[in-house]
């Protein structure tokens, strides 16, 4: 039985799924938070239904690695390391380099960290959990997947910002996306549930997360989507602004007597989207709660559904159509009544619901009706599961040669 490890190892939290990969059945997930602050908290769930969890000091992601192996096998989730083969590593941004998801050598370690300028805060992340696995599993498969890998496909008219054409050039200043993970994996379900070849499908992913992001997918691949050079553009977001207009931050700059245009843009990330609209929290629910008694929850909830409404417009127009509308992460996953606002906006494109399928809610469905002139689809996202299966994939590749 292959075991492979699927790791997403951010700035201070380290997760990880490890699956039996024929199967793809996950022997164990889990988290390990608040690393290098006074008490992190480790939680693992394993066997079906049971639980580890525990406060203590993580000083770094190294050490992460250490005790969550040492975990792994005191669990007795593993019997010896030797038996973990593959590593897939999440890593924020691959630039133009890496189009696809890569073995781990010294010399993608060294691309990896010359791309840190496009992801300060991420990819340093990632390095650290690479290295860190390297030392203590040096005979595994290592394996770095992209979040911006599917957008490789974009054509150019579709990355390009209208700006000097020397930003791109010399700077490498172009759309790259993100969510490409997310992407790549819901748009393969949606064709499975279809029963069509997605090399025949034009499909429209909506990630709705605390990030979120749309992509058109076109004949199975990256076509556009509303993240940009950064995370900052696109919908509105739990805390970012989405698409807005630059200008406007030296008119703020100089209203608030702000310093530097980092001060400015962390505005834009951390105190925007359905937070600074609402007032009320960037947590979706909170908002929905309040939706009835607050004017400015009510108006984060419309601002949040009018942006996915116009980019699945924009998108199906520029794919001269769209046979599938496809719903994931924790509201495209969990909120009936934020799809429910969309779609009924959408019933000019045909699209037809049955409400009854759109209250369900934890797994794959097909919520539109027979008559629908657009599928309607909510997939529960897997990332990891399918950072495993391209770890699985050149593991293949590797045996044959
Ligand atoms: P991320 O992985 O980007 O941190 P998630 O995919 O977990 O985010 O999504 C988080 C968002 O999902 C939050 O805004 C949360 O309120 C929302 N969410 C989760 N469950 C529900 C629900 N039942 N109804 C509405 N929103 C939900």
Wanted: proline residues 2%; contains cysteine; hydrophobic residues 40%.
């Amino acid at each position: 039985m292959t075991k492979v490890i699927a790791i997403n190892a951010g700035s201070s939290s380290l997760k990880f799924k490890l699956f039996e990969i024929d199967s793809e059945k996950v022997l164990a997930e889990g988290i390990f938070d608040r690393i290098g602050l006074e008490m992190s908290k480790i939680k693992i769930e394993y066997q079906t239904n049971k639980k580890f969890e525990v406060d203590e000091k993580v000083k770094d992601h190294a050490y992460a690695v250490k005790r969550l192996l040492g975990l792994l096998l005191d669990l007795k989730i593993i019997r010896d390391f030797s038996e973990i083969e593959g590593v897939g590593h999440r890593v924020v941004a691959g630039g133009e380099v890496f189009k696809h998801s890569v073995e781990i050598t010294s010399k993608v370690i060294r691309k990896i960290n010359s791309l840190a300028e496009y992801a300060p805060i991420h990819n340093p992340a990632n390095l650290m959990g690479i290295k860190a696995f390297k030392k203590v599993l040096p005979f595994a498969t290592a394996v770095a997947v992209f979040d911006t890998s599917f957008h490789q496909t974009m054509p150019k008219e579709n990355f390009i910002f209208s700006v000097p054409y020397e930003w791109y050039q010399e700077y490498g200043v172009r759309r790259y996306g993100a969510h490409g993970t997310s992407h790549r994996y819901v748009a393969k379900v949606a064709a499975s549930m279809l029963d069509r070849p997605l090399e025949k499908l034009k499909l429209i992913s909506c990630h709705l997360g605390a990030g979120a992001s749309i992509c058109a997918i076109k004949n199975g691949l990256s076509f556009d989507t509303s993240m940009g050079f950064t995370p900052l553009t696109g919908i509105t977001m739990a805390t970012r602004s989405g698409d807005t207009d630059v200008a406007m931050l030296s008119f703020m700059m100089q209203k608030l007597d702000m310093h530097s245009m980092p001060e400015a843009i962390y505005d834009l990330n951390k105190r925007s989207g359905l937070l600074g609209i609402s007032g009320v929290s960037s947590d979706m629910r909170d908002i929905l709660a309040k939706r009835e008694t607050n004017l400015r929850a009510k108006l984060a909830i419309d601002v949040f559904v009018k942006d996915i409404v116009k980019y699945i417009g924009a998108y199906t127009a520029e794919m001269g159509g769209v046979d599938g509308i496809i719903f994931t992460a924790g509201i495209g996953e969990n909120s009936t009544e934020i799809r429910s606002k969309i779609l009924n906006r959408l019933a000019y494109m045909g699209i037809e619901v049955d409400e009854k399928k759109n209250a369900l809610r934890g797994q794959n469905l097909l919520i539109s009706t027979d008559n629908s002139k657009v599928q309607v689809l909510v997939i529960p996202t897997d990332e990891e599961l399918m950072i495993a299966r391209d770890v699985n994939k050149i593991m293949k590749k590797k045996l044959k040669h």
